[in-house]
C-alpha cells in the first residue's frame, strides 16, 4: 500500500471513527463502494418491485378515498427506488446497468415481495407490516456513513411512516366491520407475518455481510436486533387491531424486557432468495415487461438531450 494510499485509508477511517459523512468525491476503499452499489441497488430494485403487489389493488380499491391513498402510496415507492438510484449512480453505475442487473437475477431485491397479495386486508397489512419492517430497518440508514444514501434515508423515512399508519388504519376499519372482514384480516396477518421477519435477513451468525457492513458503518444495526425491534414494537399494535401473531413461542420476556419469538423457516428464505418464491418470475417478467414497453421513452428523452444540446451548442 502506497504511502498516499495509506493516508487516505487514514482519512477514511478518521471519517468513519468521528461518525462523519462519505460523499461521492471522497477516496473510500473498493469493498466499502462494492458493498454500498450492491445494499443501495437492492433497496431501490425493492422499492420498484415493492409497487407491483399493492398496485394490482389500485383498480379495485372499495372506495375512492382508499384507491387515492393507495395511489399515493404507490406513487412513493416509485419515488423511492428513484432517490435511491440515484444515490447509487453517485458510486460510478448506472441505472441503465442496474436494471439490467436486476432483471438478469445479478441483484436482488426483498423476498417479501415474492409472496401474492390475495385478499384487500393484505394492502393494510402490507402497509401495516411490510412498512412498519421497513421503516424499523431504514431509520437506522439515516445514519448510513455514506452521504446520498442516509440523507435519501430522510424523506423516505418519512413516507413511510404515512404508509405504515395508513395501512393500520385501514385494518382497524376491517376489523371494526363484519366477521367476514375480521378473517379476511387475520388471514392475511398469518400470511404475512414471517415473511415480514425474514425481510431483516438472515441471523446474524449466517450473515456474510452484517459485521464489515457495521465496520464500515454502513449498517448502524445487526438483522437480528432490527428483526427483534419489529417483533417488540408489533405486538402491541396487534393486539390493539385485535389480531394475533401465527407464532406459539411468541410471549414477554421479562429477563430479556423483550418478546422471545420462534425461528422464520430459513429454508423457505433461501428459496425465495434464490428465485424460487410463489411470485418471483412473475415480479421479473412484469418488471422487464415495463422497461421493454418503456423503451420509447427514454429514446426520445435521449434525443431530445441531444438535440437541446446541439441547439445550444449553435
Ligand atoms: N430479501 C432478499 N435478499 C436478502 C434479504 C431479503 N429480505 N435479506 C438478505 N438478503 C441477501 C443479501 O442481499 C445477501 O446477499 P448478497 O450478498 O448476494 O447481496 C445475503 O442475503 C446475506 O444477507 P446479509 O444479511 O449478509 O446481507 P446485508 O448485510 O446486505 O443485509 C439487508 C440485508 C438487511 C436487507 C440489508 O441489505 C439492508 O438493510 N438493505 C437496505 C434496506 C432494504 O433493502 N430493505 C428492503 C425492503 S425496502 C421496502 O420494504 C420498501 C417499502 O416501501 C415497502
Known amino acids: 500500500m502506497t504511502a498516499t494510499e495509506s493516508e487516505l485509508q487514514g482519512g477514511f477511517d478518521q471519517t468513519l471513527a468521528h461518525n462523519d459523512r462519505i460523499e461521492p468525491r471522497d477516496w473510500m476503499p473498493e469493498g466499502y463502494r462494492k458493498t454500498l452499489v450492491r445494499q443501495i441497488a437492492q433497496h431501490a430494485h425493492s422499492e420498484i418491485i415493492g409497487m407491483q403487489p399493492e398496485g394490482g389493488w389500485i383498480t379495485r380499491a372499495p372506495s375512492l378515498r382508499r384507491k ?59 402497509g401495516w407490516l411490510v ?50 372482514q375480521r378473517a379476511m ?13 425474514m425481510m431483516f435477513g438472515p441471523p446474524d451468525d449466517e450473515s456474510p455481510n452484517t459485521a464489515q457492513s457495521m465496520a464500515w458503518g454502513i ?7 432490527l428483526r427483534q425491534r419489529f417483533v417488540d414494537m408489533s405486538v402491541p399494535q396487534a393486539e390493539a387491531l385485535g389480531v394475533t401473531f401465527p407464532d406459539p413461542e411468541l410471549r414477554w420476556n421479562d429477563e430479556r424486557g423483550a418478546h422471545d419469538f420462534g425461528t422464520p423457516d430459513w429454508d423457505e428464505f433461501m428459496q425465495v432468495v434464490k428465485g424460487d418464491g410463489p411470485c418471483n418470475r412473475q415480479r421479473i417478467a412484469h418488471r422487464r415487461r415495463a422497461h421493454e414497453d418503456g423503451a420509447w421513452v427514454r429514446e426520445a428523452a435521449t434525443a431530445f438531450a441531444a438535440r437541446s444540446t446541439t441547439e445550444v451548442g449553435a
Not at 449498517?219 to 436486533?225: F, G, I, L, P, Q
Request: hydrophobic share 35%; glycine share 8%.
Open 185 to 197: 384480516v387475520q388471514e392475511s396477518v398469518d400470511r404475512f407475518w414471517w415473511p415480514a421477519l
Open 219 to 225: 449498517k448502524r444495526n445487526t438483522n437480528d436486533e
Open 68 to 126: 387515492a391513498i393507495l395511489l399515493a402510496k404507490v406513487q412513493d415507492e416509485a419515488g423511492h427506488g428513484l432517490y435511491l438510484y440515484s444515490a447509487c449512480e453517485t458510486l460510478g453505475v448506472s441505472r441503465a446497468e442496474l436494471t439490467e442487473m436486476l432483471l438478469s437475477g445479478r441483484q436482488k431485491y426483498s423476498s417479501i415481495f415474492n409472496y401474492p397479495t390475495l385478499s384487500y386486508a393484505d394492502v393494510g397489512t402490507i
Open 131 to 180: 412498512d412498519g419492517a421497513a421503516i424499523c430497518n431504514q431509520v437506522p440508514l439515516c445514519r448510513t456513513s455514506f452521504g446520498p444514501y442516509g440523507r435519501a434515508m430522510i424523506r423516505i423515512c418519512k413516507e413511510e411512516s404515512f404508509h405504515q399508519r395508513q395501512g393500520f388504519e385501514l385494518l382497524m376499519t376491517m376489523m371494526r366491520g363484519t366477521d367476514a
